[in-house]
C-alpha cells in the first residue's frame, strides 16, 4: 500500500475514533459542525482552488439549501432523508440562474458579483418572512430518521456525527473524482490561463459553470445537513461573513489541495472557540492570526506541511 | 496538656471541615452578547447577572436545606450570532457543567438556543430578547422576564392616538422580527382608533444616515414619526430629523439609556422625544430596588445601567428564589416548575404585572407594565403608564402554536 493511502487510513480511523476519544461532548458538537464546514469548503475548493474563481456567495448557498430542506420537511412533510438530498439540487437551480451572469466576469469583478448575489439572497431571507419567518428564523426543524428514542436517533450527537462523517467522506471522494477527472484537467487549465484553454477549442465558460453549480451543491448539502442538526437556522448565518469564513478555510488549509479544505474547516470552527479565553480580544487575535497566516502560509498548512516535508526529505 | 490541645484542634479542624462541606458553589452560565452591535443591550446584562451574583453571595447565598450555595458565574459572548450562541450555551452544559443559564438579550440567537434546550438537562432564562415564538414553544424548562414587542405595541399605538395623532410615518429596523411584530400591534391599535400609518421606511442596524428616509417622509407630512430599532441608529435618525428641520412629535421603542443616545445626539436634539417601552429602569420610574440597582451598578461598573439591563438582574434573583424553593440544585424539572410557581420577589427592579398572582405565567412569559417616557432636559423621565392587560395576552400568547 502507498505511503499516503495509509496515511489516509489513518486519518479516517481516527474520524471514526473520535467520538470514542473525546471526553466532552461539547467537543464533538463542534466536530459535527466543523465535518459540515469541511463539505462546504470541499465545495468552495473547487470553484476557488482548482478554477481560480474566488466566489463570496458560499454561504449564500448554504443558506439556500438549509431553508429548502427545512421548508420541505416542515411545510410538504417530506421525508428529512428526502429533503437533505433535494436540497443541492434546490441550490443548483439557483446557482445555474447566478452562475450565468456572474461568470460572464472575471477575477475581481466575479469576486463582487457573487458577493452581490449573496447579499441579495440575504435580504430575500430576511424579507420573505412568510416563507422564511424573516430574521425570527425557524425552529423546530426536524432531525432524519423516525424521531428520539429511534433504534438509529439522530437527536444523539454521536449519530450525527457518523452521519455527517460519511456524507462529508463521501463528498471529500467526490471532489477528488472530479479533480482527478478530464474535467478537473481543465479546471486547473483554466486557472493556469483561461485564454489559452478557449484557444485551443474548449468552451470554459460550460466548465466554469459546472465547477460553480457543484461548488453550490456542496454548500447547499452542507446547509441542509447544518438546519436538521441545528434544528434552527436565520438569516444571520448565512450572511457575508461566513462566505468570507469558507475562502478562510480554503486558503488557510490549503488552495487547490483536498486535504486543505478539511484541514481549514476544522480551523475556522475550532480557532474562535479556543480563543474564547480571551474574551473580547478574540476576534482581534483571530483576525491576526488570520492575517499572519495569510502572508507567511500563503499555500495553506498543507503547502506548508510538503515544503517541510522537502526540507527534511533532502537533508537526509 | 499537649494532647489535650492537639484533640481541640483536630476537633475545630473537623468542625470546620464540616461547616466548609455546607458551603458549596453552583456555578450559572451567562450567554450574551458581549461586542457588536447588539452589546448595548447584551453587556450590561451579562454585568447584572455577575452583580446579582455578589450581591446574593454577600447575603449568604442560595440555601438549599443544610447546604449554602455561593453562585458563580461564567460569561461567554454569543455575539447575537444563533451558531455562536449554540457554541456557548453548547459549552457551558457540556464542558462546564452548568444547569442555569442566564443573559439572552437578542432573538435570533436565543431562538437558536431555545430549538433545543427542551432536550436539555437545563434550565433558560430569558432577558430582553424580545420574539413572541421564544415562549410559545412550549418549553417547560424556559422562562422570559422581558414581555413580547407586540404587548407593548399594542399599548404605544392606543397611547399615540390618544394623543390627536391620524398619519404617522414609521421608521425603523423592520427587518428585525420583533420590531416588526411592535409595529404590526401599533398599527393594529392605532388603525382602530381611526390612525393611519402612511410610510414604513426601514434602516440596518448599521446604518448611520438616514436622511433619505427622513427626507422622503417629510415630503408626506406625516402628524409624527415612529422610530423602532437599536439605541445607535435609533439616536441618528432622532438627531437627524432635527437637522432636517422635522418639528413633529417624535416616538420610539429603543430601550436606550441616557449616556447610549447622548453619544450620538445632544440633549437639544433629543428633546421633547417618547420612548413607549415596558416600564423599564428609569430613575424616575424606580422602585426601591430599582435605585438601590442603579446607584450599585453605577458604582460597580462606572457607567449607568441601561434600562433593559435589569431583566437580567431579576433573572438571577427569581433563579435563587426557584431554587430555594424546589429544594434542590440537580433537579432542574423542580426549579423550572418553581420558576413557574414564583411570586414576585422583593428585589425584583422591573415592576412585574403578576397573571394569576405568579411572576410567570403558564408560557413562562413574564409581564410588566408598559410605560410612556419623555426625554427631557436630558433625562428620560416617566410621564404615565400605558393601559396593559398581561392576563388577555397570556391567554392570546397561550394560543399560539
Avoid at chain 2, 296 to 315: H, K, L
Wanted: charged share 15%; proline share 4%.
Amino acid at each position: 500500500m502507498k505511503r499516503g493511502n495509509i496515511l489516509l487510513l489513518i486519518v479516517l480511523m481516527l474520524f471514526v475514533a473520535l467520538p470514542q476519544l473525546i471526553t466532552v461532548k461539547y467537543y464533538l458538537h463542534l466536530s459535527i459542525l466543523a465535518l459540515i464546514w469541511v463539505i462546504m469548503a470541499q465545495g468552495q475548493n473547487l470553484i476557488q482552488g482548482y478554477t481560480g474563481y474566488v466566489s463570496i456567495v458560499q454561504a449564500g448557498f448554504m443558506g439556500i439549501g438549509a431553508y429548502s430542506s427545512a421548508l420541505m420537511s416542515t411545510n410538504l412533510g417530506l421525508p428529512v432523508s428526502a429533503t437533505i438530498i433535494l436540497a443541492p439540487l434546490v441550490t443548483a437551480l439557483f446557482a445555474l440562474v447566478a452562475g450565468y451572469p456572474s461568470l460572464r466576469v472575471k477575477g475581481h469583478y466575479f469576486a463582487i458579483v457573487t458577493l452581490a448575489f449573496n447579499m441579495v439572497i440575504f435580504i430575500v431571507l430576511l424579507n420573505l418572512t412568510d416563507l422564511t419567518n424573516g430574521e425570527a428564523g425557524l425552529s423546530g426543524i426536524p432531525k432524519p430518521g423516525n424521531g428520539r428514542g429511534a433504534t438509529i436517533d439522530f437527536y444523539d450527537r454521536q449519530v450525527y456525527y457518523y452521519f455527517v462523517l460519511t456524507i462529508a467522506v463521501v463528498m471529500t471522494a467526490l471532489a477528488a473524482v472530479i479533480v482527478r477527472s478530464r474535467v478537473g484537467q481543465i479546471l486547473l487549465a483554466i486557472r493556469q490561463n483561461e485564454d489559452l484553454v478557449a484557444s485551443v477549442g474548449v468552451a470554459a465558460w460550460r466548465y466554469k459553470l459546472f465547477a460553480f453549480v457543484v461548488s453550490a451543491m456542496f454548500a447547499g448539502l452542507a446547509g441542509a445537513l447544518y438546519a436538521h442538526y441545528q434544528s434552527f437556522i436565520n438569516p444571520e448565518i448565512f450572511s457575508v461573513a461566513q462566505s468570507l469564513d469558507a475562502i478562510l478555510a480554503v486558503i488557510i488549509g490549503g488552495s487547490g489541495t483536498l486535504t486543505g479544505p478539511v484541514i481549514g474547516a476544522f480551523f475556522v470552527v475550532f480557532l474562535p472557540e479556543y480563543l474564547r479565553f480571551a474574551d473580547s480580544f478574540r476576534l482581534i487575535l483571530y483576525g491576526l492570526i488570520l492575517v499572519l497566516a495569510t502572508i507567511f502560509m500563503p499555500r495553506g498548512i498543507v503547502g506548508l506541511a510538503h515544503d517541510l516535508k522537502t526540507r527534511f526529505g533532502s537533508a537526509r | 496538656m499537649g494532647k489535650r490541645l492537639l484533640t481541640c484542634s483536630v476537633m475545630a479542624l473537623l468542625m470546620g471541615t464540616g461547616g466548609l462541606a455546607a458551603q458549596e458553589t453552583l456555578t450559572i452560565g451567562v450567554a450574551d452578547a458581549l461586542t457588536g452591535g447588539a452589546a448595548v443591550y447584551g453587556l450590561p446584562q451579562a454585568n447584572s447577572v455577575e452583580m446579582a451574583a455578589g450581591e446574593i453571595n454577600a447575603a449568604g447565598g442560595i440555601s438549599v436545606g443544610d447546604q449554602t450555595y455561593m453562585l458563580d458565574v461564567i460569561v461567554y459572548d454569543d455575539k447575537a450570532n444563533p451558531t455562536e450562541a449554540t457554541n456557548a450555551v453548547r459549552k457551558l452544559i457540556d464542558r462546564d457543567g452548568v444547569k442555569y443559564l442566564l443573559g439572552f438579550c437578542c432573538s435570533g440567537a436565543t431562538g437558536a438556543v431555545a430549538s433545543f434546550i427542551g432536550y436539555e438537562d437545563a434550565v433558560m432564562l430569558v432577558g430582553n430578547a424580545a420574539e413572541r415564538s421564544i415562549t410559545t414553544q412550549g418549553l417547560t424548562n424556559l422562562v422570559r422576564t422581558r414581555p413580547p414587542a407586540d404587548y407593548t405595541g399594542a399599548a404605544a399605538g392606543a397611547f399615540v392616538a390618544r394623543q390627536g395623532h391620524k398619519r404617522v410615518a414609521v421608521l425603523g429596523a423592520l427587518e428585525t422580527s420583533f420590531y416588526a411584530s411592535y409595529v404590526e400591534a401599533f398599527e393594529e391599535e392605532f388603525a382602530q382608533a381611526g390612525g393611519e400609518v402612511i410610510a414604513h421606511e426601514v434602516f440596518a442596524s448599521k446604518d448611520r444616515d438616514m436622511s433619505p428616509q427622513l427626507t422622503k417622509i417629510r415630503a408626506m407630512s406625516p402628524d409624527a414619526l415612529l422610530v423602532v430599532g437599536y439605541v445607535e441608529p435609533a439616536a441618528f435618525a432622532y438627531r437627524q430629523a432635527t437637522e432636517l428641520g422635522m418639528d413633529i412629535p417624535r416616538y420610539g421603542f429603543t430601550s436606550g439609556s441616557e449616556e447610549q443616545f447622548l453619544r450620538v445626539a445632544t440633549s437639544e436634539q433629543m428633546e421633547g422625544v417618547w420612548d413607549l417601552r415596558p416600564t423599564e429602569l428609569t430613575l424616575q420610574s424606580a422602585t426601591e430596588a430599582g435605585l438601590a440597582y442603579h446607584a450599585n451598578y453605577t458604582e460597580r461598573f462606572g457607567d449607568a445601567p441601561s434600562p433593559s439591563s435589569p431583566y437580567a438582574y431579576d433573572q438571577a434573583w427569581a433563579l435563587k428564589h426557584a431554587i430555594e424553593a424546589a429544594g434542590t440544585v440537580d433537579d432542574t424539572e423542580a426549579v423550572a416548575e418553581a420558576l413557574r410557581d414564583l411570586q414576585v420577589f422583593p428585589e425584583a427592579v422591573m415592576q412585574y404585572l403578576p397573571v394569576d398572582g405568579k411572576m410567570f405565567d403558564a408560557n413562562g412569559q413574564a409581564y410588566t407594565a408598559n410605560g410612556a417616557f419623555q426625554w427631557q432636559d436630558g433625562h428620560w423621565v416617566f410621564v404615565e403608564e400605558l393601559p396593559s392587560d398581561p392576563a388577555a395576552y397570556s391567554e392570546f400568547l397561550s394560543s399560539l402554536d
